[in-house]
């Protein structure tokens, strides 16, 4: 059972266009959500987070929109560039005093093209 | 150090053998994590330790698999009797202290286990 659910393998934009990834999730006592990114070889970097009492928050080029009653989120980046090609990972943690412990999707390969 | 080292970077294993992955966390994070990344999955919790304890070791997945930490810095993920099904990378992260959220990890560059 998923409770992170990444449904879009890959997503292919050009650059200086805006690139969103979606992702949903199904436990409602997750609070807290982050994206990471993962370049080949690498392990994954934290990107950018958002608690559940916030719907929205944005860093630079790099947003992520939270929708609690569709437990949905999203993360937007504009403009894409082609150093931003990586794999994307959407996470959660919450619930029961184990917020240390992330749950992750399986991530979304993104490509931008110069 | 500068980031979290993991040792080998890549390992080949036979079936039925022993095997011992290393991570180095950053110098004075009281937290570590190990998770698991099989082919075409997320990374998925193993276990975590706050200093010297394991204080949850829900997700390793049986008995075969072990995790120490003795001095609180360096830990050591151990599986016995390796299986085709644990060849996967294997990731390792700390922070500072047990941050919520998971925002402050800094995760290595994983261990590939191949598993023959």
């Known amino acids: 059972d998923q409770q992170v659910k990444q449904n879009s393998p890959s997503l292919s934009v050009q650059e200086g266009r805006i690139s969103i990834l979606n992702c949903d999730y199904t436990n409602s006592m997750f609070d807290y959500f982050l994206w990471y990114k993962k370049y080949p070889a690498e392990g994954p970097t934290f990107l950018i987070s958002i608690s559940s009492i916030k719907d929205k928050n944005e860093d630079g080029r790099f947003t992520v929109f939270l929708n609690k009653s569709a437990k949905h989120l999203s993360l937007h980046i504009v403009p894409s560039q082609p150093g931003d090609s990586a794999v994307y990972f959407c996470?959660?943690?919450?619930?029961?005093?184990?917020?240390?412990?992330?749950?992750f999707g399986k991530g979304t390969l993104l490509t931008v093209n110069p | 150090g500068a980031g979290v080292s993991q040792t080998p970077s890549n390992k080949v294993t036979e079936k039925g053998k022993y095997v011992e992955l290393r991570c180095d966390p950053i110098?004075?994070?009281?937290?570590l994590y190990w998770y698991r990344q099989s082919l075409g999955q997320g990374p998925e919790f193993l276990i975590y330790f706050q200093g010297t304890g394991a204080a949850d070791d829900s997700g390793l997945p049986n008995d075969r698999f072990f995790a120490v930490r003795p001095e609180g810095s360096v830990s050591t993920l151990k599986i016995q009797r390796t299986e085709r099904g644990d060849s996967a990378v294997y990731l390792c992260?700390?922070?500072?202290?047990?941050?919520?959220?998971?925002?402050?990890?800094?995760f290595g560059s994983g261990t590939r286990l191949t598993v023959v």
């Open positions: 110098s004075g994070h009281t937290a």
């Open positions: 992260a700390s922070s500072l202290i047990h941050r919520g959220g998971g925002e402050g990890y800094t």
């Open positions: 996470a959660a943690s919450g619930g029961g005093g184990s917020n240390y412990k992330l749950t």
